[in-house]
């Protein structure tokens, strides 16, 4: 009886353990965003629309931005559709401008209906005015036939850009774009790091990295820009985020499948061998 006894305390306690690493597993620690919004509006206008966190104001959006309900999700059953062309199809504001030496940024997107063709763009760009047409400002998303075929690119200024290898967008498909901009002494962001598609747990080795003098000390605007899209031709953007770390904007990892196994055969061993020892 008293082996049957410390035998079930050992199984208790290792039941509890592995039932905390468990939780934490499928309840990560939440990251302390700038700011963030998954589109989780009702079908229409973007403008005007003011969820998510971090903002301080509503969206502003032309007609070119929209709120849609997706033929192939992203990460939710809403997501922004940009179509046509508009250097500013959409912007907001952050609550606070920040200048820190690092900023994260990430979001998802998909080319939902029509074409990939050469220079089509649509592009997530960081400002601290919202005139002009943002087109020499830090920005990353989609800039077609890239270096050969490759889609998503990455700058802090100018017209040209760093594109990632592999990054051949074609229709449907749903990819994640993480991105890095920082400064590196000069007091200006002038470095902006691109992962295409990355590992969940940690950051890596950038798949594109550009660096120019960007002429920002501090970022107040983020907007959306759209170049040479035809008629028919849509991009989807959804879980959009801005951190100050990598941990803030990754996507989340799935629960641990081995523990999840590994919780039940040491349960089920659990049970055998008290019956055993009955």
Request: one cysteine or more; proline letters at 3%; hydrophobic letters at 40%.
């Amino acid at each position: 009886m008293f082996a049957l006894r410390n035998f079930s305390r050992t199984c208790y306690s290792a039941l509890l353990g592995l039932g905390i690493v468990l939780t934490a597993s499928l309840h990560p620690a939440t990251a302390a965003l700038l700011a963030q919004d998954d589109f989780n509006y009702g079908t229409g206008a973007l403008s005007g629309q003011n969820g998510g966190s971090g903002w301080a104001g509503s969206w502003i959006a032309s007609a070119n931005a929209s709120v849609v309900d997706p033929l192939v999700d992203l990460s939710g059953n809403r997501a922004l559709a940009i179509s046509g062309n508009n250097n500013s199809a959409a912007w907001r504001s952050l609550a606070t401008a920040y200048a820190g030496s690092e900023v994260f940024v990430s979001f998802e997107m998909q080319l939902a209906s029509g074409t990939l063709n050469n220079n089509d763009f649509v592009s997530l760009w960081f400002d601290n005015v919202t005139t002009g047409s943002h087109t020499n400002t830090p920005q990353l998303g989609i800039k077609a036939n890239g270096s050969g075929v490759n889609d998503v690119f990455v700058r802090t200024r100018g017209t040209a850009g760093s594109f990632a290898a592999g990054s051949n967008v074609t229709a449907g498909q749903t990819f994640t774009l993480v991105g890095r901009l920082s400064k590196s002494g000069s007091g200006n962001y002038d470095r902006f790091d691109l992962w295409f598609n990355p590992d969940a747990a940690t950051a890596g080795a950038a798949d594109a990295s550009f660096t120019g003098n960007s002429g920002l000390s501090s970022l107040q605007w983020l907007g959306l820009r759209s170049a040479n899209l035809d008629a028919g031709d849509t991009v989807l953007i959804d879980r959009l985020r801005i951190g100050t770390t990598w941990a803030d904007v990754s996507p989340v990892p799935e629960p641990a499948a081995p523990l999840l196994a590994g919780c039940g055969l040491l349960l089920f061993m659990c049970l055998r061998r008290t019956r055993w020892m009955r």
